[in-house]
């Protein structure tokens, strides 16, 4: 399966972007979290964009700033 790694500079510290296709063989939580990290997936119709972060970043501002410069193509 192809998919696209992002690593983008974050206020605290790096934030991982992961491009991901849809796939019935995949699944994905909405959010996640451990004790230094956490996630966020955005589910579109044909692939889901994961944000990673460590528990300091605001994962709101990366998840508004993703959605607003996205544009797909069909």
């Known amino acids: 399966m192809k998919s696209l790694h992002l690593v983008l500079k974050g206020t605290t510290s790096p934030v991982n972007v ?40 605001s994962l709101e501002q990366w998840q508004n700033s993703i959605t607003a410069s996205i544009n797909w193509s069909t």
């Open 18 to 57: 992961f491009i991901v296709p849809k796939s019935d063989h995949l699944a994905f939580n909405k959010n996640f979290s451990d004790k230094q990290l956490k996630g966020h997936t955005i589910k579109y119709n044909n692939s889901n964009i994961i944000v990673v972060s460590d528990n300091e970043e």
